[in-house]
């Protein structure tokens, strides 16, 4: 039984409720008998559909209860919501202002409205309706099939996610059984530049959060089969999801009801009825906090990365085996330069460099791994795959050098002399993800190839070369990109040889030649015909004195030579990391 202390609203409000719905209907009967262009159809098909709607939920609130339980509250909160819902979308609908009588009687609702919504709640604001100073034109409702299965969606509501990473819009799931309710909101959502897609079975929501690479998650408390309690703890539970934001949505005004949320791991919580411009104001910021997020990670990852790890989170979360190229980048004469400048210099100094250097890695669409003192880890293929990656690491490390030239000018009235880079570079496979603690989060790939990829950059002080790449390397890029054999060498922790190449820059007549001189020493040595090598090297070095692997091979040349030792091995063993 309800309550002895109970008010009913004057018959006036019932009639202009129904006035709306006749007026309303009228209109759109009249647009389709003048044969109307379809967008003012679908408005007045709109305005006629809710209006009776409106209608309907006036009817139903009939009473108004000072001392009512919670559970009751809660459901005329919900009337409440139906009523406020459609009214905020009519008082924004295009043409009213053709209608003055119309436009009076939504005035008249309004404050019908607000003395119902004072009666239930006067210490709340947040259903509180006013007329907006501009209209925006609709789309109409269409009612989801009752038998629907799963997520339901209207319009653009299915189409792909929106790119733009730095945009604010965003994309919203609607967990709600009232498809009113979840109508209601989508149209809301969507006036705001987001895409919102309504789910009313409440079994079904992690698993569409997991596939839908969603944003924010508009949650309802009031599920028939599982209460909006445990779907907020599974939500925020499951390494999928946790990451979505949580907005409950409730028709529960209990002083513990927003702890509760905010203690399981919700971002805001917002009662019935709801005022959709707060609700708009509190999704925003939700995304702001995840953009900024987002926006941190382009300082390691190409923005099409970042946009991927949008759609699927927990990618850099989890291990998973990748082809990758690794590229480690040194400065030469690092201790040597930092000797004799302050270290407000160094810090200028070394900033600078970096920062060219992960631009420039970043353009070429490489991941940042790693930054260890004066060297730089990057990679190609991972998170995101591509098929190129040894090629667009390739053509990174070229670009590098012309940076490094550039910034050995900017710098040189301070470092006294040129300053240079050695570059390492290998493709192999991987395990990527979270090499870090769960207190601090690393990306980046862990195996041979990585260990591979920095002794060979090792190699390049040795070799005296800018740019050395292994075979597995050199047999994925164009044969268009020069480099030259090097050597077979020998490195500390990894068992079999590695042949090396030098990529080059130099594409002269001249350094052909000298490459294919170099080559054919090369082979001489290793097939044991040391007098021919040397004759070779000699012509080679009076051309090319500074050829810092010409020097080398000259100096290994002359120690087996030299050497009594019958067991010659070709492969050089580099003599440090």
């Known amino acids: 039984m309800l309550s002895t202390n109970t008010q009913q609203p004057s018959r006036h409000t019932a009639d202009i409720a129904e006035d709306l719905r006749s007026i309303t209907h009228d209109l759109y009967a009249s647009m389709v008998e003048q044969d109307a262009p379809a967008k003012y159809l679908s408005c007045g098909k709109m305005m006629s559909e809710n209006a009776e709607l409106l209608a309907k939920e006036l009817a139903e609130v009939s009473f108004i209860v000072a001392n009512?339980?919670?559970?009751?509250?809660?459901?005329?909160?919900?009337?409440?919501?139906?009523?406020?819902?459609?009214?905020?979308?009519?008082?924004?609908?295009?043409?009213?202002?053709?209608?003055?009588?119309?436009?009076?009687?939504?005035?008249?609702?309004?404050?019908?409205?607000?003395?119902?919504?004072?009666?239930?709640?006067?210490?709340?604001?947040n259903g509180k309706v006013t007329t907006p100073k501009t209209s925006v034109t609709k789309v109409p409702l269409v009612q989801p099939d009752e038998n629907s299965k799963g997520p339901i969606a209207k319009g653009p509501l299915s189409q792909s996610p929106q790119s733009g990473l730095l945009e604010q819009s965003g994309r919203?799931?609607?967990v709600d059984d009232d498809w009113q309710a979840c109508s209601l909101l989508e149209e809301t959502?969507?006036?705001?530049?987001?895409?919102?897609?309504?789910?009313?079975?409440?079994?079904?929501?992690?698993?569409?959060?997991?596939?839908?690479?969603?944003?924010?998650c508009l949650l309802d408390l009031?599920?028939?089969?599982?209460?909006?309690?445990?779907?907020?703890?599974?939500?925020?539970?499951?390494?999928?999801?946790?990451?979505?934001?949580?907005?409950?949505?409730?028709?529960?005004?209990?002083?513990?009801?927003?702890?509760?949320?905010?203690?399981?791991?919700?971002?805001?919580?917002?009662?019935?009825?709801?005022?959709?411009?707060?609700?708009?104001?509190?999704?925003?910021?939700?995304?702001?906090?995840?953009?900024?997020?987002?926006?941190?990670?382009?300082?390691?990852?190409?923005?099409?990365?970042?946009?991927?790890?949008?759609?699927?989170?927990?990618?850099?979360?989890?291990?998973?085996?990748?082809?990758?190229?690794?590229?480690?980048?040194?400065?030469?004469?690092?201790?040597?330069?930092?000797?004799?400048?302050?270290?407000?210099?160094?810090?200028?100094?070394?900033?600078?460099?970096?920062?060219?250097?992960?631009?420039?890695?970043l353009d070429e669409g490489g991941t940042l791994v790693d930054f260890v003192g004066d060297e730089v880890m990057s990679m190609w293929g991972a998170p995101q795959s591509r098929g190129d990656h040894a090629e667009a690491a390739c053509r990174c490390a070229l670009k590098v050098q012309d940076v490094v030239t550039q910034l050995s000018q900017r710098w040189f009235h301070v470092l006294g002399d040129a300053m240079e880079v050695g570059i390492g570079i290998h493709s192999g496979i991987v395990s990527v993800g979270n090499t870090g603690s769960p207190q601090r989060f690393k990306y980046g790939?862990?195996?041979?190839?990585?260990?591979?990829?920095?002794?060979?950059?090792?190699?390049?002080?040795?070799?005296?070369?800018?740019?050395?790449?292994?075979?597995?390397?050199?047999?994925?890029?164009?044969?268009?990109?020069?480099?030259?054999?090097?050597?077979?060498?020998?490195?500390?922790?990894?068992?079999r040889p590695v042949e090396l190449f030098e990529l080059t820059t130099e594409l002269s007549v001249a350094a052909r030649r000298r490459?294919?001189?170099?080559?054919?020493?090369?082979?001489?040595?290793?097939?044991g015909r040391f007098s021919e090598a040397l004759v070779k090297l000699g012509k080679l070095l009076t051309k090319h004195s500074e050829d810092g692997p010409s020097l080398l091979l000259m100096k290994r040349v002359i120690e087996a030579k030299l050497s009594d030792d019958s067991s010659f091995d070709p492969v050089w063993t580099m003599p440090g990391k």
């Open 222 to 361: 009031n599920m028939p089969t599982i209460s909006g309690w445990q779907l907020l703890e599974q939500i925020k539970s499951d390494p999928m999801t946790k990451h979505v934001s949580v907005i409950v949505v409730s028709g529960s005004a209990e002083d513990d009801g927003a702890t509760r949320a905010i203690g399981l791991g919700a971002d805001d919580f917002i009662i019935k009825p709801v005022n959709f411009s707060l609700l708009a104001a509190r999704i925003a910021n939700c995304l702001s906090r995840s953009r900024q997020h987002l926006r941190e990670l382009t300082r390691f990852l190409p923005l099409s990365v970042v946009e991927s790890i949008r759609k699927h989170p927990n990618r850099l979360q989890q291990g998973q085996e990748a082809t990758v190229t690794v590229m480690f980048c040194d400065i030469r004469r690092f201790s040597k330069f930092t000797e004799h400048m302050s270290p407000s210099e160094t810090i200028r100094w070394i900033s600078d460099v970096m920062g060219c250097l992960s631009q420039t890695i």
């Open 445 to 495: 790939p862990l195996g041979n190839t990585v260990n591979l990829g920095s002794r060979v950059q090792g190699a390049s002080k040795f070799l005296r070369s800018k740019i050395l790449i292994t075979r597995d390397t050199r047999r994925q890029i164009p044969r268009d990109m020069a480099s030259r054999r090097l050597c077979s060498v020998r490195v500390n922790n990894i068992e």
């Open 515 to 527: 490459d294919r001189e170099y080559e054919s020493s090369l082979i001489d040595f290793e097939e």
């Open 68 to 125: 009512l339980t919670s559970a009751k509250k809660h459901d005329i909160r919900g009337r409440l919501h139906k009523v406020s819902g459609p009214l905020q979308r009519l008082l924004k609908m295009d043409a009213l202002n053709s209608f003055g009588q119309l436009e009076n009687h939504l005035k008249a609702v309004g404050r019908v409205y607000e003395s119902l919504r004072e009666r239930i709640e006067p210490s709340q604001p």
């Open 189 to 216: 959502i969507e006036d705001h530049g987001h895409i919102a897609i309504s789910c009313r079975r409440p079994e079904r929501v992690v698993e569409t959060l997991r596939e839908g690479a969603f944003d924010v």
């Open 172 to 174: 919203v799931l609607i």
